[in-house]
């Protein structure tokens, strides 16, 4: 990860680097899950710092897994104008990107000069690793669920 959050202040690096490395233990080693490794760092980063409140032992194992990449960070999200927005992964915005060097608005395909798609596949790809490697952070507006009526046109026994 480019941008890791910063670790709680209250907790020293002694204690988040030893979090990571039984972490990394017990995941690799003795094949345990990850909620199950992060219940074992939060317990040991307990009995180091005690008198902390759960919501900073919560924040240091939440940074231990983000920065090993065992956890995604939270989403950014932001209402503007009442509607929400959020972050889209980059996965989907090298789809979109994609999409658009081969169709225009309409979907209609380029012409004979639009690129292939493997190479507008591949060019999507490297442009969203340059955004994101520069801190860019795309937005689009969260999508509401529409009821539907699919799949009901059974009878009720």
């Not at 231990?64 to 915005?93: A, C, I, K, T």
């Not at 060019?123 to 009821?147: D, E, W």
């Amino acid at each position: 990860m480019t941008d890791d959050p910063k670790p709680p202040p209250e907790i020293d690096r002694a204690t988040i680097t030893t979090m990571q490395m039984m972490v990394r233990g017990a995941v690799n080693d003795r094949h345990v899950t990850v909620g199950e490794a992060a219940e074992l760092v939060r317990g040991y980063c307990y009995a180091r710092h005690p008198a902390l409140p759960a919501t900073a032992l919560s924040a240091a194992v939440d940074y231990v897994l983000m920065s090993l990449q065992l956890l995604r960070p939270v989403p950014f999200s932001v209402e503007r104008d009442g509607r929400e927005y959020s972050e889209v992964s980059p996965h989907h915005l090298a789809q979109h990107i994609g999409y658009m060097f081969r169709f225009d608005e309409r979907g209609k395909p380029y012409g004979a000069a639009s690129l292939k798609e493997d190479l507008a596949s591949v060019a999507a790809l490297y442009l969203v690793r340059h955004m994101t490697a520069r801190g860019y952070i795309v937005l689009a507006p969260k999508q509401t669920k529409v009821a539907s009526s699919a799949g009901n046109h059974w009878p009720k026994p």
